[in-house]
């Protein structure tokens, strides 16, 4: 199915009177108010020509577009500088659809738009398309949210909601291309909330045909697994899509038939305590773990599922040091040993730059190991949102030029580029200047 949906030339028409402010005597062509409509003039434009095809034609004019916004913030009068800004971010959004760098450059401008009128919701609304367009789901969605919050009365325009259904969509896929245990389950839930808001089939079509197809699959494994008797298996299945229950359920009627051996125990800890999530289980589930790693029974699993509930509980210290001493580490297991590393490196004391320079040494060696393609692109981003968290600009460099070698179309490059430059204190002026030069 198809989700790529043009959305931003119709959000920005809904705001362009509202950015625009009401008609006046005419201008001259050299002040802001009529360089921005110029610029709007050409965004319009540019969407024709896409809409007939031409492409290249429709980039380029859209890229005058952005030089005449650019323009507009070195002139004085109305409108005010962050309406500017929202254009700004609003264009490079619309860039970004061809070319990732500008995702950065919309964020950047976005940001600087909130900084100055934080209570703004055009530029919520646009930071939310830019975010979806990055990859980055659950910032979208609160991004639409506090657009919500700052509309009057707490109700947005018509049509706009399409945007926060579009965001739990992607991220529902986003979780289902991920290889991990209870994809199917949270990627239900997250479209639940979706179809929650257009109850309507017609109104979300992608939302009701991938719920539908869930249930269907859902039902295939389960009626296979309940045929040939394997309760273990239809534990799994339960699990997998979210319905605890009956995996509590499946998992006894296996223990009743066969006992307890490795198999069952690893299921209850994986299948059934870990993915109810509450402390009780969590706790149950840790304990399990444990008494497998002393029997030596499914060692790398076990450690895993260790090192995730310690994570979540703030206490990776405990097992880090068990999986730094394995040799030939699972691609699971490297990638929990760079998230427990990562953990450390947030715990160090701001003022300790030698150790925190030492772990991050550690971590890139970590990442030359075995790990898949989407983890790899995700550790990247969370060692970056830590180095900038720790304000470490020597190390956000490196991780930026590392991430962008291996993955250089992943938009959230451009955005830690983005926090880079903010975090060197770049004027605005510079801004600007840098994007002229582009």
């Known amino acids: 199915m198809s989700l790529k949906l043009t959305m931003w030339p119709a959000l920005m028409s809904m705001f362009l009177l509202l950015l625009a402010g009401c008609p006046g005597e005419k201008k001259a ?22 809409q007939e095809g031409r492409t290249q034609a429709g980039e ?11 323009d507009a913030v070195g002139k004085e009068g109305e409108p005010p500088l962050h309406e500017v800004l929202t254009l700004l971010s609003e264009i490079c959004g619309r860039l970004g659809e061809l070319s990732p760098a500008y995702l950065g450059k919309a964020v950047q401008y976005g940001r600087m738009t909130v900084e100055r009128r934080p209570d703004w919701p055009p530029i919520h609304l646009s930071l939310s398309i830019v975010y979806q367009e990055a990859g980055l789901f659950d910032e979208s969605i609160r991004a639409f949210e506090e657009f919500r919050r700052l509309s009057p009365g707490g109700e947005v325009p018509a049509g706009t909601d399409t945007v926060l259904v579009r965001a739990y969509l992607l991220k529902a896929m986003d979780i289902l291309r991920e ?19 257009r109850p309507n089939p017609s109104g979300a079509p992608e939302v009701h045909g991938l719920l539908e197809k869930m249930g269907q699959e859902y039902q295939r494994e389960a009626n296979a697994a309940s045929q040939a008797g394997d309760y273990l298996e239809l534990c799994r299945v339960h699990a997998r899509f979210g319905f605890i229950v009956p995996a ?25 305590r870990e993915m109810k999530g509450d402390p009780e289980s ?12 002393r029997r030596g029974e499914k060692l790398p699993h076990a450690l895993a599922g260790l090192g995730r509930i310690l994570l979540s509980e703030g206490r990776g210290e405990e097992v880090l040091p068990r999986i ?3 040799e030939n580490l699972t691609a699971e297991l490297r ?16 003022e300790d730059v030698e150790a925190a320079d030492l772990l991050f040494a550690k971590i890139e060696e970590q990442m030359t190991g075995d790990i898949s393609i989407s983890d790899r692109s995700s550790l990247y981003w969370s060692a970056g949102l830590v ?52």
């Not at 050299?30 to 610029?39: G, M, Q, W």
């Not at 509590?248 to 059934?272: M, N, W």
């Not at 969590?282 to 790693?293: P, T």
């Open 29 to 50: 062509p050299d002040t802001r108010v009529e360089i921005l409509r110029r610029a709007r003039a050409a965004c319009g434009e540019a969407q024709a020509l896409r």
């Open 60 to 70: 380029e004019t859209l890229r005058r577009a952005y030089r005449l916004a650019l």
């Open 179 to 197: 290889d991990r245990v209870g994809a199917e389950g949270q990627a239900r839930v997250v479209l639940e909330q979706a179809y929650a808001l």
């Open 248 to 272: 509590e359920t499946s998992l006894q009627r296996s223990r009743d038939e066969k006992g307890t051996d490795a198999d069952t125990r690893f299921a209850e800890a994986r299948y059934v």
């Open 282 to 293: 969590l706790k149950r589930a840790e304990q399990l773990y444990l008494d497998m790693i």
């Open 324 to 326: 730094e001493k394995l």
């Open 335 to 350: 990638t929990i040993l760079v998230l427990l590393t990562l953990d450390r490196v947030e715990k160090l004391p701001a």
């Open 387 to 438: 180095a900038l968290k720790r304000g470490s600009e020597e190390q956000l460099k490196n991780i930026i030029r590392r991430f962008q070698r291996r993955f250089p179309r992943d938009p959230r490059v451009s955005i830690l580029d983005a926090e880079l430059r903010m975090l060197r204190n770049i004027p605005v002026e510079d801004v600007f200047a840098e994007a002229v030069d582009d």
